[in-house]
């Protein structure tokens, strides 16, 4: 018997005689014969690899290696290759005769298969088979044999990687960019009567689940899926609702939402977190993602994981507090004016029925949840804004000076209506025509104070109260161009100079209107009245100045008026001393400013020989008489404004130089960088040295020329 | 517009922070906290002491000044310290050492420290400021018992030695 097999595995019998006598060896025992039967199996296994072998090769030889190939179409030869398959099948694995052993046994076949798949795998190429099955319509009977075979266990294995690329490459030609409308059903249509036709037959009747119907149309709502990914950032930037609920419904494992995140994330690296973006559109960009993923994700979740990856980008920047601030102020030139629209939404106390439904609609959190997540309630976008801004403080501070802006009217470069000439301080002019009438601007700044006081409670909006206050207290007593405030808690108006209406040298029409004011007040209030200070910088004065050769008509703050009325009428030289003791400017460096900006305006000239000041009655036509006022006076507002920066920063410059020894200057100049301020430091390296020189004028530093640094004196 | 710009109180310029980006919440806070206590010292301004960050990159490391306090061996001169602060200040102390020579008690010859509040008796409710003075206070009132320059002890209570060791040590700058 063993012989017989021998001879039978290596071809020198014919294989009908040897199934003869094994199947009357079979038959003949009533009992099992299990040592019997897997020697046969081993056997025909090793004749069926050999003789596969080798007509396969022969068949690569013919048609795949030779020339051949180039005269017949890649179908036409895998046909060929089928057909030798089926009578390879027919005539050595499963000869008609095996029946009978097969049938009963079906572990035989089993064993049998699998070498001959690996043959099959080993001789051709596979793909070019699956995709002709595809592609061509085969009979039932075939498909019997593919999977008799074997083959449809790499037919699965390569659909699996065969259809995800079809689907794709459809779902990628088709619906690119289409995602302002729905395209899942059209898909799943193509998927039913196209996809399936052609792939249909060999996957859709087999047994193994793994390759139903529903996997195939899974396969294809991934596809789409991740070409919307792809999209997202457009789709969020365009703030395309079907785009995301389409995405949402197909986004359905976690690895997908990861994908989702990740794609979107470095999308924003590339386009918007970057230097080039300026603060209000990345805001904007950040409230079209929290849009977009919370219709995406109403979890919350993905959010998160988006918000932790933007949000420190905004915190770094130094001026998203005023950008918000000015948004919720809902000033008219902010981008994000529409803050100041959005209603406060307010939890509304839960109805039982409202909580039965919840409790009903209760999804447990996605997979990918993190443990420590806290699922928000409630969150609107101010919300979402506010909770950006790690110092409320800073908001609050930057609203103040929006009230004040909003108040007090700024420089307007023509030259305001002559009755309303300037008034001082605590008086300001309002112009009537570009504010509406005080009144309706009180009501208005009532009216933002209490909105904002809604969305950011009262603790910290004291001193805008106050603001508002005094506003509607101005308005209602005193005349529209006069505003008496509460000086310690409007923004920049501690520091800045005050005078009394005696101590200045107004005009007469304007002393009076000065003391008009303080008469009302004091009588209005006459049990806490104290007195009024005039903060003439603050305000405004139209004037006109005649020379002998030229008419200047200006508008300019009240305290660069008062100075050039000093030299009404003086046609001398004046000394700058003189000056001083006449105008009761008490502070040198604020008198010298505003003649320095009479000087740039080619008003005045100044005498550096004698430190005299003389008006400039005429004036050489090429020297260009027509100075931009604007670039003056903001010179002299650098300078003044300067000055007192430096002043602050001495006592660090002093810390620095005691710690540090010796330090050129820009090393101060980068170390002033520490001081916390409001107005990070900007003061260029020329300006912080040319301080720094004064000081060593003054004694009060000591400068090594050789080495270029700056030291305390001992 | 410019003299509208130049007078409206808000700031247009928009630079960063100060050092650059921080790497975590804990870098952010201690960098937070110590440029509030820098802010604070400057202001405040102590009389005798003073400390100042080494580099602009770089807050957690200090230069401080301490001068001696008068009626003391050290009235008169001047000290210099480092103080490095780990992450977790303020809930670890500052690492603080004398870097110019120095004659005491209570600090080696390494210019390390034996006081209490830089090791075991740190509290987060100490700061930069109240370190110096400790440190300006403990130049009159050292420690006898626990010292780590043990001859600096010994002659503690004999002024004339004690003042030829340290002038041998410390130049005075007077």
């Known amino acids: ?480 161009d006069s505003l008496v405030v509460s000086r310690a808690y409007w923004p920049s108006f501690s520091s800045a100079k005050s005078y009394t209406s005696d101590c200045l040298r107004w005009p007469d029409d304007f002393k009076q209107k000065l003391k008009d004011v303080e008469m009302k007040f004091q009588s209005e209030y006459s049990e806490t009245y104290i007195g009024l200070e005039w903060m003439p910088e603050f305000s405004y004065t139209s004037l006109s100045l005649h020379f002998e050769d030229r008419d200047l008509h ?12 000093l030299f009404d009428e003086n046609k001398s030289e004046i000394k700058f001393e003189d000056i001083l003791s006449n105008s009761c400017f008490e502070d040198e460096q604020v008198l010298r400013n505003l003649l320095l900006f009479w000087v740039h305006m080619k008003v005045l000239l100044y005498n550096e020989s004698d430190d005299s000041y003389s008006v400039l009655e005429t004036i050489e036509e090429d020297n260009g008489n027509h100075q931009s006022i604007d670039v003056d006076s903001e010179y002299q507002n650098n300078q003044n404004k300067n000055h007192e920066k430096l002043q602050v920063y001495w006592s660090f410059i002093v810390g620095m130089l005691t710690n540090l020894d010796r330090l050129p200057v820009e090393k101060i100049h980068s170390f002033l960088s520490f001081v916390p301020s409001d107005d990070p430091f900007v003061q260029s390296k020329q300006e912080l040295e040319n301080y720094l020189m004064a000081m060593v004028d003054e004694g009060k530093l000591l400068y090594d020329k050789q080495t270029m640094h700056f030291s305390l004196p001992k | 517009m410019a003299a509208t710009a130049s007078t409206s109180p808000i700031s247009n310029g928009a630079p960063g922070a100060p050092f650059g980006v921080a790497t975590s919440a804990s870098r952010q806070s201690v960098t937070r906290r110590l440029q509030s206590e820098l802010m604070q010292l400057m202001m405040s301004a102590p009389s005798g002491v003073s400390a100042f960050p080494v580099s602009d990159d770089n807050l957690l490391a200090w230069a401080g000044t301490i001068e001696g306090p008068d009626d003391t061996y050290y009235a008169g001169m001047k000290f210099k310290i480092s103080l490095e602060f780990p992450q977790e200040y303020p809930y670890k102390p500052p690492h603080v050492k004398f870097t110019s020579p120095m004659y005491h008690p209570n600090i080696d010859m390494g210019g390390n420290i034996c006081l209490d509040i830089l090791q075991n008796t740190w509290s987060a409710a100490l700061n930069v400021q109240t370190v110096l003075l400790s440190l300006q206070s403990l130049l009159g009132e050292p420690n006898n018992k626990s010292p780590l320059n043990g001859e600096a002890a010994s002659l503690w209570d004999f002024p004339e030695k004690y003042r030829v060791r340290l002038d041998q040590r410390c130049k005075r700058e007077d």
């Not at chain 1, 089928?82 to 008609?96: A, G, H, K």
């Not at chain 1, 959005?342 to 409202?354: R, S, Y």
């Not at chain 1, 919300?383 to 009217?409: H, W």
């Not at chain 1, 200006?554 to 009325?565: F, G, K, N, R, Y």
């Open chain 1, 554 to 565: 200006l508008t300019v703050t009240t305290d660069q008026a008062i100075a050039i009325s």
């Open chain 1, 1 to 480: 018997m063993a012989e017989k097999l021998f001879n039978y595995v290596h071809g020198l019998e014919e294989p009908d005689d040897a199934i003869t006598l094994l199947l009357s060896q079979l038959s003949c025992s009533q009992t099992r014969n299990d040592d019997l039967e897997q020697s046969f199996i081993d056997a025909h296994t090793i004749y069926i690899r050999q003789r596969c072998v080798q007509l396969f090769t022969e068949f690569n030889k013919e048609y795949l290696e030779s020339t051949n190939r180039h005269n017949q179409s890649t179908e036409a030869i895998v046909m060929k290759l089928l057909d030798l398959i089926f009578s390879c099948w027919n005539t050595i694995v499963y000869p008609p005769r095996m029946d009978v052993i097969f049938e009963k046994k079906p572990y035989i076949l089993e064993a049998c298969q699998i070498p001959f798949a690996a043959v099959v795998r080993a001789c051709t190429d596979t793909d070019a088979i699956v995709q002709t099955l595809a592609r061509n319509s085969i009979s039932t009977s075939l498909q019997s044999n593919i999977r008799k075979c074997g083959l449809d266990v790499e037919t699965n294995a390569i659909l699996s990687i065969q259809i995800p690329i079809v689907a794709e490459n459809y779902i990628n030609q088709n619906f690119r960019n289409h995602y302002d409308s729905s395209d899942l059903q059209n898909i799943k249509a193509w998927v039913r009567n196209e996809l399936e036709r052609d792939l249909g037959i060999i996957l859709f009747n087999h047994k193994d689940a793994s390759l139903s119907t529903s996997r195939v149309m899974d396969i294809a709502t991934q596809a789409l899926c991740k070409l919307r990914i792809k999209e997202l950032y457009d789709i969020i930037e365009s703030e395309n609702r079907v785009g995301l609920e389409e995405l949402r419904e197909t986004m359905n494992v976690p690895e997908l939402r990861n994908l989702a995140v990740q794609t979107f994330l470095a999308e924003c690296d590339q386009n918007l977190l970057s230097g080039a973006a300026d603060t209000p559109e990345l805001l904007h960009s950040y409230l079209r993602a929290v849009k977009g993923f919370s219709i995406l994700d109403p979890t919350g979740v993905l959010l998160e994981r988006v918000g932790k990856h933007i949000r420190p980008n905004l915190q770094e920047r130094g001026d998203l507090s005023q950008e918000i601030a000015a948004g919720l102020f809902g000033l008219k030139s902010s981008p994000l004016e529409f803050l100041s629209k959005i209603d406060q939404t307010k939890v509304a106390p839960q109805k039982a029925e409202a909580i039965n439904k919840a409790f009903d609609n209760w999804v447990p959190d996605p997979l990918d949840t993190p443990a420590d997540f806290v699922r928000k309630q409630n969150q609107d976008i101010v919300f979402t804004l506010l909770s950006l801004i790690e110092k409320k403080d800073q908001l609050m501070k930057n609203l103040a000076y929006l009230f004040k802006d909003a108040v007090i009217p700024k420089f307007n470069k023509d030259p305001l209506p002559s009755e309303s000439t300037a008034t001082e301080s605590m008086s300001l002019d309002m112009p009537q025509d570009s504010h509406g009438s005080s009144d309706d601007t009180g009501l208005h700044l009532q009216a933002t104070y209490s909105r904002l006081t809604d969305r950011l409670g009262e603790t910290g909006m004291e001193s805008i109260r106050v603001m508002v206050d005094d506003y509607i207290r101005s308005t209602k007593l005193l005349s529209s």
